[in-house]
C-alpha cells in the first residue's frame, strides 16, 4: 500500500513541528482522508479514523478551551491514548502546555500551520489524493500539446521520442519520455509524471540522451499532466482497416478510467507532429461540443434528403 512520510508532509505544508523531540521518521500517512476530532473531544470514539491526521480547526479549539483543567486533561488523555500520526492545529492556534505534555507522553507529533483551516484541509487532500493514488508505469511518452495531455505509446523504435522532440520545438511541453507513471487520483482523471530518475531526459537512437531542459529551457518541460488522449502509433497494414471519419471514439483503460485512443499508422512521409496537434485540437473541440465527424455526417444526410426531395418533385 502506498504511504507518504510525516516528514514529507510538514517540508510539504510548511508545517511548524511544536513536539520536536519526539522521532517522526516512520511515521507514515496510507490514507488520503483527515479528521476533525471534535465529536472525539466531545468523547464520541465510535467508527474513530485515528490513523488518519487529525485537524483543529477554531470550532474544536474554543470547545477545548471551554472545559475545567481536569476535564481538559481527561479528554486529552482519552484522545491522543489512540495510535495518532499527528495533530494539526491551524490558524497559528497554539495547543496549551497540557497538551503537548500529553502528547509527548503517548508520542504523538503536534504539528501548526498558519492557514486556515478549510484551506489546508483542501490542499492536503488534494496533495495526497495524488500522493496516495493507485500507480502503474507504461512504456510511452507523455507530452502537454496545446493543454491536452498527449499519452503515444508503441513498440520500441517506432518513432515516439522523435515525435516528442518534434513536438517539443514547435512549442509543445515534455512530461516524460520512455516510462510514464499513471496515478487515477479519481474515476475521472489520470494523473501522468516522470520518474525522478528519467526526469526531462528523452532517448534517441543513435544520437544518444537529450537533456530537454537544457537543451530548450525550462518552458519545455512540466511536472505533471493529465491524461486526455493516447494515440497509439502502429506499423502500416494494407490490410487492416483503419477509421477515416471518427464518429464513433474508440478508447484504452488504465487502472480502470477510460482514455480516449487514436490508431495511427506509420508510413514514410508522414509527419507524427502534425498528426499529434491535430488530434489534440480535435480532441478540445469535442470536448467544447463540436465534433467535425457528426458535422460532416449532417451534411451529408441534409444533402441527401435534399436531392430525394427534389426527386420527388420532379415526379
Known sequence: MASV??????????????????????IRISQPDINRPALQLAGYFEHFE????????????????????????KMYREFLS?????????????????????????????????????????????????????????HGVLVDVYGVGVLITGESGIGKSETAIELIKRGHRLVSDDVVELRRVSEE?????????????????GVGIIDVKSLYGASSVRETQTIDLVIKLEDWDKDKEYDRLGLEEEYTEYLGNKVVCHRIPIRPGRNLAVICESAAVNHRQKAMGYNAAQELYNRVQNSLAKRRGEDDDDE
Open 50 to 73: 485515528a490513523t488518519r491526521l487529525q485537524v483543529i480547526g477554531f470550532v474544536e479549539y474554543t470547545y477545548m478551551e471551554s472545559f475545567s483543567d481536569d476535564e481538559r486533561e
Open 5 to 26: 512520510s510525516l516528514k514529507t508532509i510538514i517540508e510539504r505544508m510548511k508545517l511548524e513541528n511544536l513536539t520536536p523531540e519526539l522521532d517522526i521518521k516512520k
Open 189 to 205: 482523471t489520470l494523473i501522468g509524471t516522470a520518474p525522478d530518475i528519467t526526469k526531462h531526459f528523452i532517448e534517441m537512437r
Open 82 to 138: 489512540f495510535d495518532i500520526p499527528g495533530v494539526v492545529f491551524c490558524r497559528e492556534l497554539a495547543p496549551d502546555p497540557l497538551f503537548i505534555k500529553i502528547a509527548m507522553e503517548e508520542k504523538v507529533p503536534v504539528l501548526m500551520t498558519k492557514k486556515s483551516t478549510s484551506s489546508f484541509m483542501a490542499e492536503i487532500i488534494r496533495w495526497l489524493n495524488v500522493k496516495l493514488a493507485p500507480c502503474i508505469s507504461i
